[in-house]
């Protein structure tokens, strides 16, 4: 949607501010020896408890509250009795409505010891979204944003997936335009002020290539390594994005 009242922009924050709550409680739960239906519940709990309704449960079928994908994982796991174990990276997507507002993040976090590698990989999601949004100003188009974002994320070795892409959102948790990670500069639907938007690279440590589990839903990487994810619901201004889930 694209935003022109205060009243609207203020809906989005709040619905926002809901997904944030709960990513915060996921992330201070997480440990070696919870399950990821542990974790998950303890989201659902947060939204609810704050008035807001887990918008994924119930998304094309989809059974839980969140999305928590594990290692190979890229996006849309779902939370099961498997237990985290220290070494796991660990994605947590969630996304609330609040008010018929919506709003969805996504971090990757890392679980005890983790290789360096994967540590890099996950600094690498977050820095790919800051340098996205940075190329995100009105008068631009979407590809400015997804350029930005494969370049840097291919510069630095990463896979970027190209199966599933960031979009807009507002009364509905996905809505026009597409916001793929890929893409080319100038090209695309136009970046206007008030247009909300959910920015989300996904990258591996190896093929951009993912396949879907017999679930329906895991998106596993196709050659097994590991994937971060690092999403945030912002809107487009004249100057930089507010992001409205950090
Ligand atoms: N939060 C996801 C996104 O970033 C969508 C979740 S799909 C669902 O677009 F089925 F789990 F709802
Ligand atoms: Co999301
Ligand atoms: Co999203």
């Known amino acids: 949607m694209i935003v022109k009242y205060d009243t609207e922009r203020n809906g989005m924050r709040a619905a926002s501010r809901v997904v944030k709550a709960a990513l915060d409680e996921a992330q201070n739960m997480i440990r070696p020896g919870v399950t990821t239906l542990e974790i998950d519940a303890v989201i659902e709990k947060t939204i609810r408890a704050m008035g807001a309704i887990p918008s994924s449960k119930g ?16 996006v849309h796991g779902i939370p099961s009795l498997q237990v985290i174990k220290s070494g796991d990276i660990v994605s947590v997507d969630i996304t609330a409505l609040l ?26 999601a977050e ?4 340098i996205g949004i940075e190329n995100a100003k009105a008068g631009g188009r979407i590809g400015d944003v997804s350029s930005a974002i494969q370049l840097y994320s291919e510069l630095h070795g990463y896979g970027v997936v190209r199966a599933l892409t960031g979009h ?16 080319k500069k100038g090209t695309g639907a136009p970046l206007k002020a008030g247009l909300c938007l959910a920015v989300e690279p996904m990258i591996t440590r ?11 839903w895991t998106a596993r990487t196709k ?24």
């Not at 989809?62 to 999305?67: E, I, L, V």
């Not at 008010?99 to 690498?124: E, H, K, M, P, S």
């Not at 807009?168 to 893409?183: D, Q, R, S, T, Y």
């Not at 390594?225 to 950090?246: F, K, M, Q, R």
């Open 59 to 74: 998304f094309c079928g989809y059974p839980n509250a969140s999305c928590i994908s594990v290692n190979d994982v890229v």
């Open 99 to 124: 008010n018929g507002y919506q709003g969805d993040a996504a971090r990757t976090f890392a679980v005890g010891d983790v290789a360096q590698a994967d540590l890099d990989l996950i600094d690498a």
């Open 127 to 130: 820095a790919a979204f800051f």
């Open 168 to 183: 807009g959102i507002g009364h509905k948790m996905h809505e026009a335009p597409e916001v793929p990670n890929f893409g």
């Open 206 to 216: 190896g093929t951009w290539q993912v396949k879907i589990d017999r679930d329906g």
């Open 223 to 246: 050659d097994g390594s590991n994937a971060a994810h690092y999403e945030n619901t912002v809107i487009v201004t004249d100057g930089a994005p507010e992001i409205l889930t950090l």
